[in-house]
């Protein structure tokens, strides 16, 4: 993709998120052009949240089927497969008008192993992971609420979920998926309470959120400016097929972007 088109820099980013029980983390990278950011984070059940956020490698090393860090509090080993047992979900969308498009490839489920040393205390826990790699000439103004989450239905299916408002949620081709044992379906239209703590989907389905820790960011550029924020917390209901959740783990997501 070329670096620019009619005037729009290209925007591109890779999001590496893991869930489970006791602990959660993301990772991940992104270019404004020729800009970059590189950011981590790790937050515990008990609400304890380490992160780090840079223009620089922020200790971050992120590609192929693996997220390394190396920082001051943390050490992160993770290791997953990229497409194993879960099948990803590929869209194109116009943005804005004139010739603007973005693209985004996501695949929920992916069995992970992470080895996470936080402050001297070092353990090795089994995750789910989620990867979202997107790119594209986005419009100006640009701004959507987003979930992804993993999880386990009361009748035993592996389960898991990308709803969106805001960017790639046409009423069909969109990006809108709930993965059952691997397997994709597209979602109806999706819902967010102003506050992250529930999401809905049209033709069933209702998500409730519970926070355990937010990464926050507000950044205020001669050429961007960009509110963001993205609890970690557990989900409790009833997925879009009449799947209620035994357990869930996951993002809730609400950004402003001016880029």
Same mark, same amino acid.
């Given at each position: 993709?070329?670096?620019?088109?009619?005037?729009?820099?290209?925007?591109?980013?890779? %999001?590496? &998120?893991?869930?489970?029980?006791?602990?959660?983390?993301?990772?991940?990278?992104?270019?404004?052009?020729?800009?970059?950011?590189?950011?981590?984070?790790?937050? !515990?059940? $008990? &609400?304890?949240?380490?992160?780090?956020?840079?223009?620089?490698?922020? /200790?971050?090393?992120?590609?192929?089927?693996?997220?390394?860090?190396?920082?001051?509090?943390?050490?992160?080993?993770?290791?997953?497969?990229?497409?194993?047992?879960?099948?990803?979900?590929?869209?194109?969308?116009?943005?804005? #008008?004139?010739?603007?498009?973005?693209?985004?490839?996501?695949?929920?489920?992916?069995?992970?192993?992470? *080895?996470?040393?936080? $402050?001297?205390?070092?353990?090795?826990?089994?995750?789910?992971?989620?990867?979202?790699?997107?790119?594209?000439?986005?419009?100006?103004?640009?701004?959507?609420?987003?979930?992804?989450?993993?999880?386990?239905?009361?009748? /035993?299916?592996?389960?898991? %979920?990308?709803?969106?408002? &805001?960017?790639? $949620?046409?009423? #069909?081709? #969109?990006?809108? *998926?709930?993965?059952?044992? &691997?397997?994709?379906? !597209?979602? /109806?239209?999706?819902?967010?309470?102003?506050?992250?703590?529930?999401?809905?989907? $049209?033709?069933?389905?209702?998500?409730?959120?519970?926070?355990?820790?937010?990464? !926050?960011?507000?950044?205020?550029?001669?050429?961007?400016?960009?509110?963001?924020?993205?609890?970690?917390? *557990?989900?409790?209901?009833?997925?879009?097929?009449?799947?209620?959740?035994?357990?869930?783990?996951?993002?809730? !997501?609400?950004?402003?972007?001016?880029?």
């Amino acid at each position: 993709m070329p670096m620019s088109r009619a005037g729009r820099p290209l925007k591109r980013w890779r %999001w590496v &998120g893991a869930f489970g029980p006791d602990l959660m983390l993301c990772a991940g990278e992104a270019r404004i052009g020729p800009l970059p950011q590189r950011w981590w984070a790790v937050v !515990e059940r $008990d &609400g304890d949240l380490i992160e780090r956020t840079s223009m620089g490698s922020a /200790g971050l090393s992120l590609g192929g089927g693996a997220v390394r860090v190396e920082a001051p509090r943390a050490r992160i080993d993770v290791r997953f497969e990229a497409d194993h047992g879960s099948a990803a979900v590929e869209v194109v969308s116009p943005s804005g #008008s004139g010739d603007g498009w973005a693209w985004t490839r996501k695949v929920a489920g992916l069995p992970a192993r992470a *080895t996470v040393e936080l $402050d001297g205390r070092r353990r090795t826990v089994e995750l789910t992971a989620v990867i979202d790699d997107s790119a594209g000439y986005h419009e100006r103004h640009t701004a959507w609420h987003w979930t992804v989450g993993v999880g386990r239905a009361e009748s /035993g299916e592996r389960v898991a %979920w990308n709803l969106v408002a &805001g960017i790639h $949620d046409g009423t #069909s081709a #969109s990006e809108r *998926t709930v993965w059952v044992d &691997g397997a994709p379906v !597209e979602v /109806g239209a999706a819902r967010f309470a102003a506050d992250l703590s529930r999401v809905e989907v $049209d033709g069933g389905g209702t998500l409730d959120f519970t926070e355990w820790a937010a990464r !926050e960011h507000r950044t205020n550029l001669l050429v961007m400016r960009s509110a963001y924020r993205q609890p970690f917390g *557990t989900f409790a209901g009833e997925l879009p097929g009449g799947l209620r959740l035994a357990e869930g783990y996951g993002v809730m !997501e609400e950004h402003d972007v001016r880029w």
